[in-house]
């Protein structure tokens, strides 16, 4: 193997890491490297990752490296490459007595959790690291992380490819083309029910998605509410938010953020303003992508916007700023 590359997996004792975590080494993620893996668990479950282990070591996966669990997330950070942030306080569970049913809640709580994360990653993560935000509210758990880390040169992102895939398999329906057909979905803005997929901009066999659907009453009606609740659809129907999709999603980033972007081609996470878009400078914020040859991640300035995507768009980036306002007594 030409490499190794250590990978650190927060909530790692979690439906979506169970899912996730034998893909990270199954040879297909990294290619030829070798992975080294560092769980990370809270104290009181840490030890139902021995089990994890053992699965992994069962399967003898050929570019599975060392593998080590702790809940000492200082000490798990050290040279990390990429990070993996999936735990979070989720909606719905009772914490310190009261059950978690408000965004509020959810920014107040995984708060405090990701300005210790990310002053741990700036502090002992690679220089070059990636860290992928899963745990929501996702967008503004990353905008804290990056803030505490302090270190440009690492990559912070907040996961949309998600909602991306969501949208491709929907649009793969309704036009009849195979999902490998359909490219460049991008997700605008936010992960959560404002988020806006964009229809008009994605690739269907070639052809861009407007011309190929012409249908703005469905796009408006249908398409983009059944994304942005999706979500919840999932949770309505299993009983418990999405895994397996999830960890499919996380998968979907890494390897698109480890190969060089084909011409032409985008995909979609989440990651700091530069003002493109007129977007805010600095907000965490769903973009469409390009990786650069020299394995840079940038975003791509050249999509058209219509008068309908910037409106939908801006009440995304609204609910952003409105976030960035309810947590800046985490900002350094």
Known sequence: MSAS???????????????????????????????DLVLVEIPQVVDKLKGLIMELEDSYFPNMGNITYTDNFDEAASDGDWFLLVGSIPRGIVFNGKKIEERSDLLS??????????????????????????GNPANTNAFIGKNAANKDSQLWMAMTML????????????????????????IWGNHSPTMYPDAENT?????LGNSVINDMNWIESNFIPTVQQR????IDARGASSA??????????????????????????????????????????GFP?????DGTVDIKRDIVLSDFGKTKI???IDELLAEKEAVKHLMK
């Open 163 to 186: 909602d991306s895939n969501r949208a491709k398999s929907i649009i793969s329906k309704k036009t009849n083309k195979n999902i490998s057909d359909i490219k460049n979905m991008i």
């Open 5 to 35: 590359v250590k990978v650190v997996v927060t909530g790692a004792a979690g439906q979506i890491a169970y899912s996730l975590i034998p893909r990270l080494v199954n040879g297909r993620t990294f290619g030829d490297k070798k992975v």
């Open 109 to 134: 709580i995984n708060g405090g959790i990701f300005v210790d994360q990310g002053q741990a990653i700036g502090k002992h993560g690679k220089d070059d690291a990636k860290i992928l935000v899963v």
């Open 231 to 234: 979500g919840k659809a999932v």
């Open 314 to 316: 801006k009440i995304s």
């Open 244 to 285: 397996t999709s999830a960890a499919k999603a996380a998968i979907d980033t890494i390897i698109a953020c480890e190969s060089p972007t084909e011409s032409g081609e985008c995909f979609s996470a989440a990651v700091a303003s530069d003002g493109s878009y007129n977007v805010p400078e600095g907000l965490i914020c």
């Open 203 to 207: 690739i269907i066999s070639g052809e």
């Open 289 to 293: 992508l390009i990786t650069q040859k």
